[in-house]
Structures are given as structure tokens and as C-alpha cells.
């Protein structure tokens, strides 16, 4: 990762981890005009301190050539090593990084990028991560620490902020110094500022942004939030335009005059820039005022002591189960007094009805009872479809095809003239031809 041609280090100390870094641009590119950058870019050595700025994009490289030569067995002369490494950061006695700082390697054979936009509250802490490298192929590790003191910046923040959406660029591509610097110099041409700082880079995954397809080498895309000491041109502004707007609500490219100065490297999405003055914003802290719907401050939280007392769980008992079991066999045995003991019984019946309603139920239930007895004994009827057939031909009355004891339940309804006996074909007529019997 090197810098452009066009820029020049104005303080050494920005490289070495002791300061922040001046750029100068050569005349011949942009004229008489000095911009003002506090990106850090530092290469990683073991236990080093670097001094990042609030509220400026800190990146931090982890070289996997660097760590090559820690892991046994070492390379020969000449011979060529790549061993997949892979690197894992967390802040030190924590198992995670903070917040503020992200870290990102695409693939054990590239190098890991530390990178993040320090906040004013951790100004004045030492930071300390643990870089851990692991050797894929050896299963060693290595372990250095990297100390981030964070500094508080002049100009801190600055009033004008813009963020950009870059379409065709991964996280780890614009972090890249000369991809970085290139798309800093194209903000300046539109812009015209004193001093232009990277405050931050976001990938569009971290920002709910999907995993694009692996077609037409497709980028996730990247979030650019730049921060300037002077109000947004003309240029930046034409984005609130209401015909931008309309075209960016039919999902239709907005038209920016100033768009071709980004198009030759960078593809932005003109309807996804965000521009924000912090002039004009207003504290939105309001007061506390208790009341309803409000918890009073119950002062600092006193955990129980250690020595818990032993419980007594015998009332519990009787609650939960006792009294409970006692109610039920009371409803069950009031419930069978009333279904046992307090049934009137047939006689009580009889001796309540009057006698002659006695005397036609009886009546009915022995005429009911006869019915049924001589529907057991009495024969069943032939269907008229059993009885004795006439022959189409001769008359004569054919018998039925059973018996008495024939079983006539599984005998069919009807029946065919092809299972009639003594049937004699009828001769019919044809259109040609002769008569056949």
C-alpha cells in the first residue's frame, strides 16, 4: 500500500505512529492549494504505539509477509513461503475489539486492515489490541500488541460532513492509500475545501446491505463519510434538487453535473449521499422531568449478599398443594352424595305417576315387545323380481331358479334373459344378405 505520486509527506511522524499527516498537493495537479489529511496508515510491527486523531479514519495494516518469518520451520533462502495466516484482534483482557475499531482480511492469503473513527470519549486512554496470527499450515501463532493512543484534533468535528456511496469498491479496496487518496483528491476538485479529513469507511454489509452474486465481479460497496471547514458546492447540492428527487423515487439516476470528475474510477449512487451541517442542527436534550410513566431513582444497585439464609418450604407446600387437594375431595364427595344418596328410585317413580298413564305405558311396551318376537318367527316375502318368468317365445311359466331353503339376500333384484333357460335366440333381420336361422 503505497501513496500517490502527487502527494508528499509533510511530517514524518504521521507514518511512524507519532503525529498526524500533511499532504501537500503538487501545484502542477491543483494549483496553489494545500490540503489538510488525518488518515493514519501504519505498518505493523511488534508492541508499537501509534497516535490516531479523533474523530479521523485510523487504519492499521497486519502484513502477513511481516509474520512469515516467525513461524517455524523458517523458509530457506530463496525458497518462496506462502502460508495461509489469519489474524484475530480483540481489545486486551476482552474477547471483542471496541466499538469504534472494525477489522476485516478477506482470505487467509491476504493482509487484515484494522481500521475505525476514534470518538471523543476515549481521548487520552491508552487502547491496547492483541494481534494474534495464526499459521494455517503449521497451526503456530504469534502474538503482538498494538497500543492506540487517541489524540484530540483542532479542528474536531468538522461542521460539514458528506457520506458517499461507492458501488464498485470493497471495504478493503478503498482502504488501499492510493485508492483512498485518489477519491479524496476527485471530493476536492467538487468541493474546494481548507481542510478535506476521512472521517469514516463503512462496508454496505454493515449497513444491512446484501452479499452481491459472484457474477460480473459484483462489490458489496462501501459507505465514504468526509468531513470539510467549508459549505457544500453546488455540486453536492444539486442531489436535493426536486427533480433528483423525483428520479431517485422512480429509481432512476439523478443528474449530477459533476459526476464525470468520480465515473473514470469511482461509480457513485448519487441518490444515497447524505449530507449534513452541523451548524445547523439543533440539540434535541431535553430534561427529565419525573412524573408518570418515569422510575425515581433508586440510587446504586446492592446485590444480595453471599450467605443466603436456608427457607422453610413447608407453608408453600400447604399452598400449593394442600389446600388445593382438600377443596377437590370436598366437591367429590358433595358431588357424590348428590349423584348416590339423593336418587328417587323406580317405586318413588310409580307411586308419583298416575295409575292410568302406568297402565297405557305397560300396554305399549307388551305390544312392542310381541311385535318384535313375531319379527323373529315370521317368513320373509319373495320380490316380485324372483317370481315365476314367461318365455318371450313359447309362454311358458319358467319356476324360479331355487328352492325353498335358497338364501334369497344374496339373490339380485332383476334378472337377465341370459340366465333364463329354454331361451331361444330371436333371428334378426340384416341389410344384405341371406337369412340365417
Known amino acids: 500500500m503505497q501513496l500517490p505520486r502527487w502527494w508528499e509527506l509533510g511530517d514524518p511522524c504521521a507514518w511512524t505512529g507519532q503525529g498526524r499527516g500533511t499532504?501537500?498537493?503538487?501545484?502542477?495537479?491543483?494549483?496553489?492549494?494545500?490540503?489538510?489529511?488525518?488518515?493514519i496508515f501504519s505498518k505493523v510491527h511488534s508492541d508499537r504505539n501509534v497516535y490516531p486523531s479523533a474523530g479521523v479514519l485510523f487504519v492499521h495494516v497486519l502484513e502477513r509477509e511481516y509474520f512469515k518469518g516467525e513461524f517455524p520451520p523458517y523458509p530457506k533462502p530463496g525458497e518462496i513461503s506462502n502460508d495461509p495466516i489469519t489474524f484475530n484482534t480483540n481489545l486486551m483482557g476482552y474477547p471483542d475489539r471496541p466499538g469504534w475499531l472494525r477489522y476485516i482480511q478477506r482470505?487467509?492469503?491476504?493482509?487484515?486492515?484494522?481500521?475505525?473513527?476514534p470518538t471523543a470519549e476515549n481521548v487520552g486512554k491508552p487502547?491496547?489490541?492483541?494481534?494474534?496470527?495464526?499459521?494455517?499450515?503449521?497451526?503456530?501463532?504469534?502474538?503482538?500488541?498494538?497500543?492506540?493512543?487517541i489524540m484530540s484534533a483542532e479542528d474536531f468535528p468538522l461542521p460539514y460532513q458528506a457520506e458517499f456511496f461507492i458501488k464498485n469498491m470493497n471495504v478493503e479496496e478503498m482502504l488501499a492509500s492510493e485508492v483512498l487518496g485518489d477519491f479524496l483528491g476527485a471530493v476536492k476538485?467538487?468541493?474546494?475545501?481548507?481542510?478535506?479529513?476521512?472521517?469514516?469507511?463503512?462496508?454496505?454489509?454493515?449497513?444491512?446491505?446484501?452479499?452481491?452474486?459472484?457474477?460480473n465481479d459484483l462489490k458489496e460497496g462501501v459507505y465514504v463519510m468526509v468531513g470539510a471547514d467549508v459549505p457544500f458546492s453546488s455540486c453536492l447540492r444539486e442531489v436535493e434538487n426536486p427533480q433528483n428527487q423525483l428520479r431517485c423515487s422512480q429509481e432512476m439516476e439523478?443528474?449530477?453535473?459533476?459526476?464525470?470528475?468520480?465515473?473514470?474510477?469511482?461509480?457513485?449512487?448519487?441518490?444515497?449521499?447524505?449530507?449534513?451541517?452541523?451548524?445547523k442542527q439543533v440539540s434535541t436534550y431535553q430534561?427529565?422531568?419525573?412524573?408518570e410513566g418515569i422510575l425515581p431513582d433508586g440510587g446504586e444497585y446492592k446485590p444480595p449478599s453471599d450467605s443466603l439464609k436456608s427457607r422453610d418450604y413447608y407453608t408453600d407446600f400447604l399452598i400449593?398443594?394442600?389446600?388445593?387437594?382438600?377443596?377437590?375431595?370436598?366437591?367429590?364427595?358433595?358431588?357424590?352424595?348428590?349423584?348416590?344418596?339423593?336418587?328417587?328410585g323406580v317405586e318413588k317413580r310409580n307411586m308419583q305417576t298416575p295409575d292410568i298413564q302406568l297402565v297405557h305405558h305397560s300396554a305399549i311396551q307388551k305390544s312392542t315387545k310381541e311385535l318384535r318376537d313375531m319379527s323373529k318367527n315370521r317368513?320373509?316375502?319373495?320380490?316380485?323380481?324372483?317370481?315365476?318368468?314367461?318365455h318371450p317365445v313359447t309362454g311358458e311359466i319358467i319356476p324360479p331358479l331355487h328352492t325353498d331353503n335358497y338364501d334369497s339376500t344374496n339373490m339380485p333384484l332383476m334378472q337377465t334373459q341370459q340366465n333364463l333357460p329354454h331361451q331361444t335366440q330371436i333371428p334378426q333381420q340384416q341389410t344384405t344378405g341371406k337369412w340365417y336361422p
Not at 430534561?287 to 412524573?291: A, H, L
Not at 400449593?320 to 328417587?344: D, G, K
Request: charge should be positive; hydrophobic fraction near 40%.
Open 23 to 39: 499532504r501537500r498537493m503538487s501545484p502542477a495537479t491543483t494549483g496553489t492549494f494545500l490540503l489538510t489529511v488525518y488518515s
Open 107 to 117: 482470505t487467509p492469503y491476504s493482509d487484515g486492515v484494522l481500521y475505525g473513527s
Open 127 to 149: 487502547t491496547i489490541i492483541e494481534i494474534t496470527a495464526y499459521n494455517r499450515r503449521t497451526f503456530e501463532t504469534a502474538r503482538h500488541n498494538l497500543i492506540i493512543n
Open 189 to 215: 476538485n467538487v468541493w474546494q475545501p481548507e481542510r478535506l479529513n476521512a472521517i469514516n469507511i463503512t462496508s454496505a454489509l454493515d449497513r444491512g446491505g446484501r452479499v452481491p452474486l459472484p457474477i
Open 254 to 279: 439523478p443528474v449530477i453535473t459533476c459526476d464525470k470528475k468520480f465515473r473514470t474510477q469511482f461509480y457513485i449512487d448519487w441518490c444515497k449521499i447524505s449530507l449534513v451541517d452541523k451548524t
Open 287 to 291: 430534561e427529565v422531568i419525573r412524573g
Open 320 to 344: 400449593t398443594l394442600a389446600v388445593p387437594s382438600a377443596v377437590a375431595l370436598v366437591l367429590f364427595l358433595i358431588l357424590a352424595y348428590i349423584m348416590c344418596c339423593r336418587r328417587e
Open 379 to 390: 317368513e320373509i316375502a319373495w320380490p316380485l323380481s324372483t317370481l315365476p318368468v314367461f
